[in-house]
């Protein structure tokens, strides 16, 4: 900008541009002895920075310390900042001798940057000083004369955090009891600094004024004076009093200075408020001096009072206060008339300008300081003094602040008060002044707090405080004393004037504000001390003193001034007796006229506010002269004639009593009437208890209460009335009414009613409220924790309660809403009669409503909602635990205890749904839990567990659970279809085999809700076995014993159950669960997919999940001794029953293992031995088929030898029944598959099996469905076996059994044909599984690695068997397959169908061709296919749409087969096409029918959705197999697309551009491909959805929300690999935003792949490349492309491609290498050409060079270029230039021609210009 610009650094230069980098360099190159260096900016002379002076100070001095005290004295605050914490931390880790040796040097170090102007600084450098401190201690001594006052002065910094640093260095330095030696030891150096700062530094010696800003020079000025004058008052108030003494010359030199003085006049509040603070402690200290400078030190202080300032008032009233009381002739320097008090009427008038709770409590030991001839004569003073006070009461700061107006009232009210006192003489001039206060001071004061409704007076301090002097006055006019007279005449002059105050407010008060002050007041006046508890907030308070006057402080934070009759005391000093209360005369006067005058004015016009005024006075002086004089004003007596004579009777001895019956009684009537709905219910009542309480006689009392009972039926005011009186447990009349005949028969009609009203609808809600509540404080208790009513009528109320709660659902429906209200007040009602009254379930009907309630919470059907079922659960609770506290845990069959258990067992043998069945279990657990903590434990008994509350707990568990007829019955009733799902698994065998399958289940079985109810339950309630490691310790020590138990939270349930106890019941459970367990198909499947569940079945997935969640709780509760004695109960019913108890006993086992849990005894010794096994029943052969995969590899291989000699041994006539033939066979299959060891058999067996082909026993060629279930069964277990010979042992299958196998295999899938043509049964299924299964088996085993399978069975099986198998196969799956896509849902299991999916994808394209398919074509859409290849399409295409998966799949992997056949039947229409200007070519329209469906679905649902935003596509849904089939068709779109030809590619491209169809696909797939595609993967953490290839294979029926991700990024890669134009195309056409995110994320993950892949593509090439040579290079992502002509090695051109790190979104740089034999012009063309087909052609790196090649190859052999883009073959279409201008003979590419005839707008040639 003009200036000068600064050479740039020489390369080289080493010399560093820090001055400290600079000393650092020096010291270590060991230049000399350096020391520290100076600079002429700092002030004065810097010897404490050390220099090359004597070796001594050098090697003393530590280099790192010389290095960061240079740091610290840069101007940089930064630098200097970390200089210090660097400082700071070298003082914590170097040795003390270290830290000794700077200590020269630090002094003044510390004194310039102590006064630093940032403060962070300034708290850095005291932290430090603390560290040196810390590490010296004594050895800071010598030095601390230069450092004790700035160090003084910095612990009174106006930086809290600074300030407290500096402090708490010096607490460190010096202890408490050394901090005053030490200031003494440095007490003129102190001084001496502190004068320095004072006098001789100005603004421009603190700082530089040529490099700090003019704020800065200012800021630190007051600061540093501030500071100094804190320091002083520190000073003096510390050093002890002997010192001041020898420092008198100094501290009159100081305060002999002219501009000491003048600070008190300084423009900034701090240095004033500072100036203040240290004339108060030179007042303290030295107050001789002080009075030696009193003409100065007066006028500074008591002429400046009008500085209201907030910082300065502290410290100046404090100074005002010491000036007068330690100087004694203050007031003769200074002119009080002129230049003190105008100024302090002033302050009064602007209430201290906003720090009146500063200056105010400062104004009575003021007043008592100021002499009488300040004062003067009469009233003139006092007029101003008060006057002054009271216009600023009228200020809006004080209105609108209620701490500012308590202090200005309690200063006025103190102050008048102690001017009366000093005024008590009966002189004229005193009475004069007395009169003048109270009338003219006073009582307008206290009016205006009473007539102003807006005024803070009436919530201030005012009323305790006239009611305080008040007191004062009754109580020293009653004394015999001299002044006695005088307190009487204030007294009297007081009231005379207040009264008519009052009686004109009560008579004309227009708001109840005004009328509640009066009361207010009143109330203080008659008992100050309980008023004033809720008014005060200040703890201490000024209390004038009965006695002579005393001395004693005023009340500020230094030493107190002597204050003549007043003391200070706390609020609750039990030294000082509090005043008596004004009980008669003036007071009860103006009461009762008070109360006259408001009674009338209710008669005439019937005044709220005048009722509430009235029940106010009479509730706080009822009295019988009150009643007397309010009955000898009423006029009109309102008593019924026939009471007339009784209310005249009584009011001869009860005024009280006429006025109840006068007045009370009539106003009661017309609230029960509603004649005046104004009445107030609450003040009426309060007038009630007042004349019940006032009266004398108990009857009387009675008599009132029963007359208000008798004649009150509105329940507000009863309620009322009662809540007031339980608040009087004390009075005995009252409580006897409560508990008498008449309340308690109230109670019950009301309860009657309410109960009544709530079964009808006409009821008030506001009426129902009160009555509930009428209810409630009935059956409640007192303050002495008795209860309210008699028992008899508890009794009586509660049988209302329980009658009107709901017995039946149809109750709930008539008015469900307002029982709902009846039973939430019931619950709210009882709950706290339950808690609050003793004994209450010594009330029979309290036991039968709390089951009722119970019953009501545990009864889902009522549909109550939520709020009434937690009030119930709470109320249940709460009367449980009380009844069991008052009358134990005993479980008798009339109680509670045992009808709620009994209930509970009856509720779940009825409820059908298991949300049901968890719900009352988990009521049952809590009333366990009840019953168990409120229970004391037996002490005594420590060995069994059935010991205290265990017993009971378990007692009460034995009723609730099922009894063993129970299980039976509800086992029995099971349905069957689950052996479907079973079988379907091969996980059993079963003779008979229902055709039911378990999509035919609608609802849980019964057995399986009890199982719930009963796993809930003990998984709960009974202990954790870890509990009884500490009983099985043995003889390990204490500490052990003490560390077992510390890790068992035994808080967590109260319980102690044992699980043993409850075995059966546990055994019953398992087997619904395996039920359950069964009918899923997860029994062989632990991480089987629950989510995929037919819709019908969910019900059983809530029951299993429910069943699972419980037994992984139940199951950890057993010990090795319960394992077993189940263990052995479920294998003997295994072996009785088999079925389900097998499965059972499988799932048991699992357990043991996943737990490795070690049992005493296997499984044989429990069954008995092997024997058992040796003749096979149902029983046994199920077992076996569980248990086989936990044994022994020596009970294996027993059982395997077993069964084969049986098998061998058995008859051709028998070896297809269960105990001949196939029940061996099945327990072989498990043998086989469970252990290697077993293997050697299998050449033996299949000897057997081959002989028995003549012996009709296998299924060969035949319809399954006509053969015995016998015959069947066999053959599943014969192709079962053959299964796992092929899996496990191919190499021990010799010829002649693969012949069988072979031959066998095509005869068993031309049966499936047959038999699947129609119903199958379910056995007939599972033989096309079994069968389907082998042939997938061979498949696989055939096409494996070729050194296991030998050439000749390969041959075999590809020229005969394959064909026929497959052949046969393919049309039944068409047929299946396409059935069920287009009925949307499948005939026949899920089973055979994903057998049969995964069997037929090993067909070959040729085998589908070949297969006898139904002809499948559509007549609207014209193909270049042939009918069969069409025909195909028709009908797998279809099947990627179905909602099963592995159809999809399949039919997938079907399609990718024919995918590259299908471009070349579209060769002969790209010929017809080829001068067209652009061809564009359609892939089949099968494959696109699919394509439209599902984009059009796919745009729909990510519509909203912006591209970047992953989306998880959850499973099981339809969006899911839409998702699927929309990949998939694309990921065949793509393979159809590269097994085109580049000419064709061009087609099909135009075709996709057209269309938008690869845009529309990466908006999407940047919708549902994840932000990190990453595979959770421990063995790398490098693996992600690229480097993984996709497996879409057929692996179960699992939807995972992964799988679609993972296929959506495997799309994108094959998009980039295959079609990259048009992703480079749409990548450059995105946003900003789409397109930065696309390329980060395509080179993170996709780039480097497809790089790699790319060049080992052009590695490996195996095309012929002829003349060129290609080679790749990886790290360099380069490819090296050389072309030489063969006729002639003078031609040689080699190109260099490198791939951009963001390939292909980037271009690719083709760069020249070697070219001989080329001209410029030529190399350029060629360059440009190359790249050109290497960006606008969709394929490989090597398909463009390819096509490059092509071009070259053309050009030399003759081939004329087109001469508008001078290439042979086109770059996008691959053509050659075919059209010719008739008059030049140019050739023209068909697009080029037509692009150029489009742009120049014209039809000429573009070479010769003539038309063309």
Known sequence: MGGKKQAQRTKGNTRPSSSGRTAELLAREGHGAVGFVGFGSMAGDLGYVPMKVSEEIDSSVDGDFRMVMRKMTKKDVTTKLKAIQEFSGMCKQKDEADVIAILPYWPRLYVKIAMDHDRRVREAIQQAHEQVALKVRRSLAPHLKQIMGPWLVAQCDTYAPASSAAKAAFNSAFPPAKQSEAITFCKEDILAHIEDNIFKQTPTTLSDAKSTPPEEVEAKYNRVMTSSFLALRYFLLVLPKQEHELLQTQYTGLLSEPKFWKYAKNKAAAIRGAFYSAISAVCQAIPNVAESYANKLCPAVLGNIDDTDPSVCQPLWEAVLHVASSISDCWKHVNARKAFLPKLWSLFRQAGNGSATVIYPNLLPLLSKIPSDVIGQGVGFYNEFFGNMKLGLSTDRVENSSSECSAVVNAFMECLRYSLQQNLQSTDENQAIQDHLILDQLLPVLESSITEEKSQLSSSPLFAQVSSLLNHLDKNQQAENSNSETYRRVFDQFWKNFSPVCVNVVGTAESDSLLENVAHFLEFVKSPHTSRKNVTKKRTKVKFSDGPPVSSGARSKVDPIEVPEVIETSATAPSQPEPQPIKDGPLLQLVCQLAKNSHQMIQENHSVKQQKFLAKLIKEFASPMLFKELMEDSTSNTVDADNSEDADRDSQAEPTLRFFHSILLPWMRQTENKETDNLSVECLVDMVLAVVQSSSDDSKKLTILNQCLEMCDNTLVLCDLVKKAIACPNDVAIMQWLKGSGFGNKLVKVAEQLCHDSLTSDSCESTNESSWMLISLGLSTNGKLE?????????????????????????????????????????????????????????????????????????????????????????????????????????????????????????????????????????????????????????????????????????????????????????????????????????????????????????????????????????????????????????????????????????????????????????????????????????????????????????????????????????????????????????QRSLEFGNLWSLSTGYLLSEIEKSEIKLDQDIIQMAGSLDRFAVLDEGSLHTLQCIIPYLDSEYVLQLTEINTAGLITATPENISTLTGGFGALSVLNQCFA????????????????????EEQLYLFSCDVNDGAASKVIFNIEVIQLMINCVQRQPSLIVTTHWDFVMCSIVSWIQSCCESLGRSSSIVTQVFCCVTFDLLEVIADYIISDASIVSTNQRMEWDEFFSDSAYTAMFPIFTEIAGDATNKNKQKIEDYLLRSLCKAVVGISAEQMKSSKITIKLRADCPTQLPDNVQSLLNHLCPMLMTQNKATQLAAYQLLL??????????????????????????????????????????DGILSGIRVGESVIIEGYSDAYHYSLAYLLSWKLLLAFFKGASAEMRAGYAAHFRKHKMVDTLLDNLFRLMPKAPLIADKSSSSKNMF??????????????????????????????????????????????????????????????????????????????????????????????????????????????????????????????????????????????????????????????????????????????????????????????????????????????????????????????????
């Open 787 to 1131: 209860p309210v009513i008699a028992s008899q009528y508890m009794e009586q109320i509660l049988n209302r309660f329980h009658q009107s709660l709901p017995r039946s659902r149809s109750e709930m429906s008539g008015n469900g809403q307002q029982l709902q209200r009846c039973i939430s007040f019931i619950c709210d009602i009882t709950c706290n009669f339950f808690t609050a009254v003793q004994g209450c379930f010594m009330i029979k009907a309290s036991e039968e409503l709390l089951f009722t309630l119970f019953q009501l919470n545990c009864t889902e059907s009522y549909n109550l909602s939520d709020s009434v079922i937690a009030r119930l659960k709470q109320t249940w609770h709460a009367g449980t635990r009380s009844l069991i506290t008052q009358r134990g845990g005993y479980l008798n069959e009339d109680g509670f205890l045992y009808k709620a258990a009994v209930w509970i067992k009856q509720s779940a043998l009825l409820v059908s749904a298991p949300i049901s069945v968890k719900s009352l279990a988990e009521s049952a657990i809590e009333l366990c839990e009840i019953v168990a903590s409120c229970l004391p434990a037996d002490e005594d008994d420590e060995d069994d567990h059935s010991d205290g509350n265990n017993s009971t707990v378990q007692s009460l568990l034995e009723l609730m659970l099922p009894s063993t007829n129970d299980w039976q019955l509800h086992k029995t009733q099971l349905p069957s279809y689950w052996k479907s799902s079973v079988a379907m698994k091969r996980v059993m065998t079963f003779s008979d085999i229902p055709e039911s399958s378990p999509a035919s289940c609608t609802s849980t079985p019964r057995h399986a809700l009890l199982s719930i109810f009963v796993s809930t339950i003990l998984s709960k309630c009974c202990h954790d076995n870890k509990t009884e490691d500490i009983n099985q310790a043995g003889d390990f020590d204490e500490e052990v014993l003490t560390e077992i138990a510390s890790q068992i939270d035994t808080s967590k349930s109260p319980f102690n159950i044992d699980i043993g106890d409850f075995s059966s019941d546990v055994m019953e459970c398992v087997y619904g669960l395996t039920w359950c367990r069964a009918v899923l198909g997860s029994c062989c499947d632990d991480n089987m997919d629950l989510k995929g569940v037919s819709a019908n079945l969910q019900e059983i997935v809530e029951t299993f999940e429910m069943l699972n969640a419980n037994f992984t709780k139940l199951l950890s509760k057993f010990k090795p001794g319960h394992w077993e004695i189940m263990m052995s109960s479920v294998v």
């Open 1457 to 1498: 087969k024919l995918m590259s056949e299908l471009p070349k039947y579209d060769e002969v229409k790209v010929k017809e096409d080829e001068d067209k200007e652009e061809s564009t070519l359609r892939p089949p329209s099968s494959l696109m029918d699919v394509y439209n469906l599902t984009s059009a679905y796919m």
């Open 1234 to 1253: 469970s252990s290697a060891g077993t293997s050697h058999l299998l050449s033996s067996i299949l000897d057997l099996l081959s002989s028995l082909r």
């Open 1587 to 1812: 480097s993984v290839q996709v497996n879409l294979k057929n692996q179960g029926d699992i939807q995972s929300p992964s799988e679609i991700r993972h296929l959506c990024c495997s799309v994108y890669y094959s998009t980039l690999e295959d079609v990259p134009a048009m992703v480079r195309q749409w990548w450059a056409e995105q946003d900003k935003r789409v397109a930065s995110y696309v390329d980060t994320f395509t080179t993170k993950y996709v780039s480097p792949l497809l790089c790699s892949q790319e060049i080992q593509s052009v590695q490996h090439t195996q095309h012929n490349m002829e003349n060129m040579s290609v080679k790749g290079r990886p790290i360099t992502r380069e490819v090296i492309a050389t072309y030489t002509m063969e006729l002639s090695e003078e031609v040689s051109v080699e190109l260099v491609i490198q791939l951009p790190q963001n390939h292909p979104l980037g271009i690719v740089t083709v760069g020249s290498g070697k070219k001989i034999g080329v001209k410029a012009a030529q190399w350029r063309n060629w360059m440009l050409q190359l790249t050109t087909f290497l960006v606008h052609q969709n394929g490989s790196i090597l398909d463009g060079l390819m096509l490059w090649k092509r071009n070259v190859d053309k050009r030399f052999e003759g081939l004329e270029e087109c001469m508008i883009c001078f290439s042979v073959i086109h770059g996008s279409n691959c053509s050659l230039p075919r059209l010719t201008c008739r008059t030049c003979k140019k050739k023209f590419h068909s697009e080029c021609l037509y692009k150029w005839f489009s742009t120049s707008n014209q039809s000429t040639c573009p070479m010769c210009r003539n038309l063309f």
